[in-house]
């Protein structure tokens, strides 16, 4: 697929997943995976044991991602084999070589301020099935429900973009028509609280993206 193009479809994850039945709501809706946190210090952690049982009720074709931030190995591989991960998500400072190590498909977390080089970053990491390009903060490794200049990131690209960053339904059109990313990242833009999302939001995002991409097809 040529990088620059606009996909046909808008890929997009819901992210910070704790409860099932957020879960099937989020499947019902459409949306092509969910994220579970395995970082004990975000308010939206789940322990492997949680992620199970989530893991277990979700139908085919929903992509479960797990999110890391500078994780053990040991930790990595348990919650990986347990809770049925299709996808590693790597939000820390892991290396190339350490996200590579589990032998599975992976995305690296990117947090994005000025003077990155985002073409040495996925040359470095380009064994990733994409970066996932989120706002910087020196004292988080995400969930600031932030959104950072999108203007930082160029045109031409060697590998596919995971937008995230204070993501709502109220800017999402905007984030699509702006970035054209392969696919966006969700989590506070459709809670009610930390870790418990709205059903209303969470339908309302999914709606926001599927006209904005059908409208960019005419």
Known sequence: MEQNAL???TRVKFCGITRIEDALYAANLGVDAIGLVFYEKSPRAVTIEQACAIAKQLPA???RVGLFVNAERSYIKEAAEKSQLDLLQFHG???ADECEY???PFIKAVRMRE???LAQ???EYHQASGLLLDAYDKTMFGGTGKTFDWKMIPDQR???IILAGGISPDNVQQAINDVRPYAIDVSGGIEANKGIKDPRKMNAFMQEVTFTTGAKQK
């Open 7 to 9: 996909p046909i479809r």
């Open 121 to 123: 970053i996925s040359d």
């Open 115 to 117: 003077g990155l080089d």
């Open 61 to 63: 074709f929903v992509t």
């Open 93 to 95: 400072d892991e290396s």
């Open 102 to 104: 589990f032998d599975r």
């Open 158 to 160: 060697t590998m596919p």
